[in-house]
């Protein structure tokens, strides 16, 4: 009994320390337990934040050299990983990429445009000298404009949970070095996948190029070639806003239908029907035309530049006929712009995104009014984006081309 | 003695009252006598000046239809006449030309010059829409710019005596029906050739394609083809003058020589001794072209768009390898207008002739301190002027090419 007794007093001072503590220190105990578990917490969800997933991604095989694209020229993989959180700064290795001064910004993509200058990007161009438009390196993902939600940002301007349009890759999430290709999407009572078209880079782009690089007058005579794609449908209407009286050209009788039923073009012409491009316009501009919106090049030009006016002014925006020739068409008639004293600017948007708040002033009252409307054609799924894109050098498209990687 | 008497009476009586008539009025008659020999003689002298004068004219035989101008394609009659004063208002007979309501102003052309654009005019164009710039007409006497004294006047602004440049007809006296397309003289202590190039159409040309359309900035790379032309030597001297580095090509070793120590050029090349223009251009522009004064299309142009910089801006004057070309040379690097934001301005300097008064301004005291040359090809002669106009096409000339109709 006395042998169980000591046992049991040595056994009280071993817990009566502890326990004293505990009476007198139990409030701070709990708490640094309550500072424990969250920091666990914190860690398990960095880790699995930091745990690499799956990124689907489209890469370009090879250089496509003087001919049309094919889906084939593009393949989607399903071998890439990322994780979706940026490292911490003092993590990061000290290269180039994730040096602490570039403001890194990881993005979930949601849209990606087709857009006619990617097929440009398929071989080595030198000289466009803006991020937007360098060449692609064939066994990498593509890039092109996009949505796409931010989930981590190292840029003071956008943090997670943003939605922003601007150059992205063709892949489910993108790390994304040059935060200044990227726009903050502030109005979202319209459709998200508007930021690929109307109110992004194609809306931008007949924008400038129409009201800046045109100089467009009431009355004067329009003419838009790819009449129905992403930019052109838009020139059609601001002409008509303007009060121009406007044709346009384009590849198939439905896209003439909604050229003139859709759009409100005064008319149109589906210029695969047409013998003689020259006898074309000549009937449909008897005084001639003020204003070219060049989307196309090669024979329409030539066409073009015989029924010009004096004075006139022709936008170089695309010229999507020469992309995939071997040998671009010589254009023959460029007397004509001496003759007829005309001005002919190519431009890229990039050089324009300074007026890019003026637009969407202008743009936002117009579409919620519905008094611009715009025809998009959407495809589900990164893995029909290579057959999206090379549609578009068919004209299989109808309306602005939009590739959905994700809803949300 | 009676009788005698009687007929003397009576021839007194005769002449009496003329004789008193004469004491009492003599002073008057005299007057009057006076008035009547001046109106005859000045009738003597409107008779002179209304006599007809053989009047030499150069004559376009056909249209030159995508050939070579040829010295037979234009010959010089000597069977028209022409009254040296214009018939007086009342006796002009109410048709178009004629009418009270037409200016005219006859002429006596002292130089004439010869400038690419005539070739143009050889042939059947249309949609020119200026004066200046209408198709000859076959079996008529050609037009051109040149510097010429007025005769007669029925313009309120010109008058006899005065001198002007402007456009006229390749004859030795022209009535001119359109006076707002001459500009009257004033500084005489210049050459009055020189109203046919560095103060006339050829400069303002200059002027006009330089500093308006190319809008210059200091340290820019200029290329200027065909630049030992009427035109060209200008531009060089203006791109130096603006601090610019300037580059220019021509048909002849000797005329490489006057552009570098005559017009100081930095650099020249004979593009006839060039197998590959693009090759060319690449070594003198290492950097790529800003600005290009274009006065000859084609192949030059090509290369020339290879090798621009980003919004580089072209001055489109003029393009005289292509004239005489049954079919023009298709121009295949158009894209480059896009890839690089270029700016094509064709231009015509009719417009531009409201900046006549700032160009004198500019050049005069140029000219006076000798800072900016300018080097002429006179030819004498207006039997001279066809050899001298269609030797332009074959790089013949020598600098600036007028013809001497007459020295005063």
Redesign the interface.
């Known amino acids: 009994m006395k042998v169980l007794l000591v046992k049991l007093r040595k056994a009280v001072a071993l817990v009566e320390r502890p326990l004293l503590l505990y009476i007198r220190f139990g409030r701070s105990l709990r708490q640094a337990d309550h500072v424990k578990r969250y920091c666990l917490e914190r860690e398990r969800e960095r880790e699995r934040a930091m745990a690499e997933v799956s990124n689907k991604q489209v890469i370009l095989r090879d250089y496509v050299v003087k001919a049309l694209p094919k889906e084939s020229d593009l393949c989607v993989i399903n071998t890439a990983t990322i994780k979706l959180k940026l490292p911490a700064e003092t993590d990061q290795p000290a290269d180039a990429v994730t040096s602490s001064k570039v403001q890194l910004v990881l993005l979930k993509n949601l849209y990606l445009s087709c857009d006619p200058y990617q097929r440009?990007l398929m071989e080595s161009?030198q000289?466009?000298?803006v991020p937007s438009m360098s060449s692609y390196t064939p066994g990498s993902t593509i890039h092109g404009y996009g949505v796409a939600k931010v989930l981590d940002s190292r840029n003071p301007d956008l943090k997670a949970g943003d939605l922003v349009w601007g150059t992205t890759n063709w892949e489910e999430y993108s790390l994304i070095t040059t935060p200044q290709v990227l726009f903050k999407i502030h109005h979202t009572d319209i459709p998200l996948s508007y930021y690929t078209g109307i109110l992004g880079m194609p809306g931008m782009t007949a924008y400038v190029g129409f009201y800046e690089i045109c100089s467009p007058k009431k009355g004067e005579y329009v003419f838009i070639s790819a009449a129905a794609g992403a930019v052109g449908q838009l020139v059609g209407q601001f002409a008509k806003l303007m009060g121009c009286y406007v044709v346009g050209s384009a590849g198939s009788n439905e896209k003439v239908d909604l050229l003139k039923n859709k759009f409100g073009f005064d008319e149109a012409f589906n210029y695969k029907e047409e013998n003689d491009l020259n006898v074309a316009l000549k009937r449909y501009f008897p005084e001639g035309i003020d204003i070219y919106f060049e989307n196309v090049?090669g024979k329409t030009?030539d066409a073009v530049l015989l029924n010009m006016r004096?004075?006139g002014r022709i936008s170089?925006?695309?010229?999507i006929s020469?992309y995939n020739l071997d040998?671009?068409?010589?254009?023959?008639?460029?007397?004509?712009?001496?003759?007829?004293?005309?001005?002919?600017?190519?431009?890229?948007v990039p050089?324009h995104y300074h007026l890019y708040p003026k637009f969407l002033d202008f743009m936002l009252p117009h579409i919620r009014q519905g008094k611009i409307v715009y025809v998009e054609d959407i495809v589900e799924g990164l893995e029909n984006g290579p057959a999206a894109l090379v549609g578009l050098f068919k004209g299989r498209n109808f309306g602005r081309q939009v590739v959905v990687v994700s809803h949300d």
Chains 1, 2 share one sequence.
């Open positions: 440009l161009v000289g466009l000298s090049g030009l004096l004075h170089g925006c695309g010229m020469q040998k671009p068409e010589g254009v023959i008639n460029l007397m004509q712009l001496i003759y007829k004293r005309i001005r002919f600017h190519g431009f890229s050089d």
